[in-house]
């Protein structure tokens, strides 16, 4: 899978922005797909994610009832809504594909997903 994320940008707290993640290449509908975001000087961590079929999705407790994980299969696009934005979620959000398909659960380390995305920047201003 190729991915191409979009739809970063600079907002203010407080504000929304929705990201996007487009895939192309091996059957996109068959693989969990999660974000994942790194800040300066930090480890790149766990955001969301979503299973291949749609029906579960988990989250980062940081981010749990702001964010909101979906996927498009029929346009090969996964979006991470994103409301509430604080200065702490300031960071590069990749999205990822899993490694292994169909599998119907989100798992949150990043060595289990085999495509990125090259990364879009998210700046929250207080």
């Known amino acids: 899978v190729q991915l191409q994320a979009s739809g970063g940008g600079l907002v203010q707290a407080g504000g929304s922005l929705r990201l996007s993640c487009a895939a192309s290449?091996?059957?996109?509908?068959?693989?969990?797909m999660n974000w994942f975001r790194q800040a300066p000087g930090k480890e790149r961590e766990f955001v969301a994610g979503i299973t291949w079929s749609g029906r579960i999705t988990d989250y980062a407790d940081s981010v749990k009832g702001r964010f909101t994980i979906s996927k498009d299969s029929a346009k090969n696009v996964v979006y991470l809504q994103m409301n509430s934005l604080k200065p702490e979620d300031t960071a590069v959000y990749y999205c990822?594909?899993?490694?292994?398909?169909?599998?119907?659960?989100?798992?949150?380390?990043?060595?289990?997903?085999?495509?990125w995305g090259q990364g879009t920047q998210v700046t929250v201003s207080s």
């Open positions: 290449g091996r059957t996109f509908r068959t693989y969990a």
């Open positions: 990822a594909a899993d490694r292994v398909p169909y599998r119907e659960a989100v798992l949150t380390t990043t060595n289990d997903f085999a495509s």
